[in-house]
């Protein structure tokens, strides 16, 4: 018969024997939430730490992509959320390449900051790209210096984009308005006093 | 004039036009030069980046993704583009709207606000997927348009992350240790150098530029000691957005971490440009923030 192991801590040993996670923190609807908005099997992974090894971000700092697979399935939205490490993935699908469950968890971590956004968690770059491309049609718009390089060239001082047929930007607009991305963007850069 | 039968809608994004127009006015020239046709995208926009609004809200990334795929279904054209994070956004939500019914419904939905309508008729090809294709160019033909061949330089290619991966949705085959470009590299007469860890992301996608430079640029450090190892004279990349960042971000790397590598970066169209014989200043080498003489003197 197998003896137990016995730390001499009562404390501590009333935690090990604990196999339930207890937490009022815990949304039982996260998981589906981003299953639904990554479409991946999100709920399959095994924890072999496959995406985390693959990862280019995870060597130089403390962000695990596979702690977030893991919050995903226990539910821990609050933690994966409020965790400034999301934002460090690049998105460069290493670990959806390797993952040998076949789940993409880069898209798992896309889908965790679409539901962050909902909570006007964000980091105010992404919000200036979306300002940026409401007034001009281009996340990086051009500027002088570009402008007569484009001549040199014999190109158009403006690419023949909505730079040059200002006529496409209410399209541009309406789409964006559609879902209040700029209104939004505005808003929470405006509470941060920008 | 070399026939042109192949016509493309031609994509510019952002950077390519707007930080380095040589790319653009490369693309346009060194394709004619192998019966590819490139025809301005009149009204498109930013893809949308993929890191920065896919991020946020991923339904206005595909509402705005399909507005630029309309604009070509509207010239009945196929859309070619020369960046990888473009591939990934107009690529892919072609792609997924085609397979996807519920998806296609929601965006269709609100393009409707602006009078337009995906059907999905248009394929969208990466310029550079279309040279190494023999049904379109092919890298026989891509060597055939060579007149000064690139002979005695190490190049170091760099794939980037949204071509290619991930795999298993794309048709590229191996993602691990891919040659293609390697090989249309090779057929403009240098060495295509092999070089740890040669599909490591350059550290600027998903936002993390914008988010955390110094990390951002940690991971593109860990890049260019793997590429001065092997002793490349110059990296070359099929996306001005990791042009950028190893282009920029060697000043920046310079600056934060004082290490210095001035290792010349060229988008593979500027490279073939130089092959074809285009001048430095017909491609605005001189825009480029790390000094590409020393790779030119090896060639010119
Ligand atoms: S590689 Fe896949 S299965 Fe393994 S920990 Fe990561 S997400 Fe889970
Ligand atoms: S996609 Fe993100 S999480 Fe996955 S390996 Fe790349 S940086 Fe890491």
Request: aromatic fraction near 10%; charge should be positive.
């Given at each position: 018969m197998a003896t137990e192991k016995n730390y001499g801590n009562p404390e501590l040993e009333a935690k090990l024997r604990d196999r339930y996670l207890y937490t009022d923190d815990t949304n039982p609807e996260f998981l589906n939430d981003v299953k639904k908005v990554?479409?991946?099997?999100?709920?399959?992974?095994?924890?072999?730490g496959t995406c985390t090894g693959s990862c280019p971000s995870a060597p130089r700092s403390s962000y695990r992509i596979r702690l977030f697979m893991r919050r995903g399935v226990l539910g821990l939205e609050k933690e994966a959320l409020n965790d400034?490490?999301?934002?460090?993935?690049?998105?460069?699908y290493s670990c959806t390449d390797r993952c040998p469950r076949d789940i993409a968890p880069t898209d798992v971590i896309m889908a965790m900051r679409n539901l962050a956004f909902k909570y006007?968690?964000?980091?105010?770059n992404f919000l200036k790209t979306v300002q940026l491309i409401y007034t001009t049609g281009h996340g990086v718009p051009n500027n002088d210096v570009n402008r007569s390089a484009r001549e040199k060239l014999g190109?158009?001082?403006?690419?023949?984009?909505t730079h040059s047929y200002p006529e496409f930007m209410p399209g541009i607009q309406k789409i964006i308005d559609h879902y209040k991305l700029k209104e939004n963007a505005d808003r929470i850069l405006a509470e941060e006093g920008q | 004039m070399a026939e042109s039968k192949h016509q493309y809608a031609f994509f510019l994004g952002c950077i390519a036009p707007n930080r380095y127009p040589g790319c653009e006015s490369a693309a346009i020239k060194t394709s004619a030069k192998v019966g590819i046709e490139l025809l301005p995208l009149k009204g498109a926009g930013c893809c949308p980046a993929p890191g920065a609004f896919g991020s946020i809200d991923l339904n206005v990334f595909y509402a705005l993704a399909a507005r630029n795929l309309v604009l070509a279904e509207q010239m009945n054209m196929d859309i070619t583009l020369i960046c990888n994070g473009c591939y990934k956004s107009i690529w892919e939500v072609n792609h997924i709207l085609k397979h996807n019914d519920e998806l296609r419904d929601g965006v269709n939905e609100v393009l409707k606000e602006v009078d337009m309508e995906f059907k999905g008729s248009i394929d969208v090809w990466h310029l550079a997927e279309l040279y190494y294709d023999p049904k379109i160019c092919g890298v026989n033909k891509l060597a055939a348009s060579v007149t000064r061949p690139l002979t005695g330089t190490k190049i170091a290619v760099h794939y980037g992350c949204h071509l290619m991966k991930p795999g298993k949705e794309r048709h590229f085959g191996d993602t691990e240790n891919p040659m293609w470009i390697d090989e249309l590299v090779e057929a403009l007469g240098a060495e295509a150098v092999q070089y740890r860890n040669k599909m490591q992301c350059c550290g600027a996608g998903g936002g993390v530029r914008g988010y955390d430079l110094t990390h951002s640029l940690d991971i593109t450090n860990e890049k260019l000691i793997n590429v001065t190892e092997v002793g490349a004279d110059a990296i070359t990349e099929v996306c001005p957005f990791c042009q950028l960042q190893y282009d920029r971000g060697q000043i920046e790397i310079e600056e934060k971490?004082?290490?210095?590598?001035g290792i010349p970066v060229l988008h593979f169209n500027e490279l073939l440009g130089l092959a074809q014989g285009m001048s430095p200043q017909e491609l605005a080498l001189d825009l480029h923030g790390i000094d590409c003489k020393p790779f030119l003197e090896k060639i010119l």
């Open positions: 990554s479409r991946t099997i999100a709920h399959m992974c095994y924890q072999c400034p490490d999301l934002w460090l993935c690049t998105t460069c006007d968690i964000v980091p105010r190109l158009s001082r403006d690419p023949p984009t | 971490f004082g290490k210095t590598y």
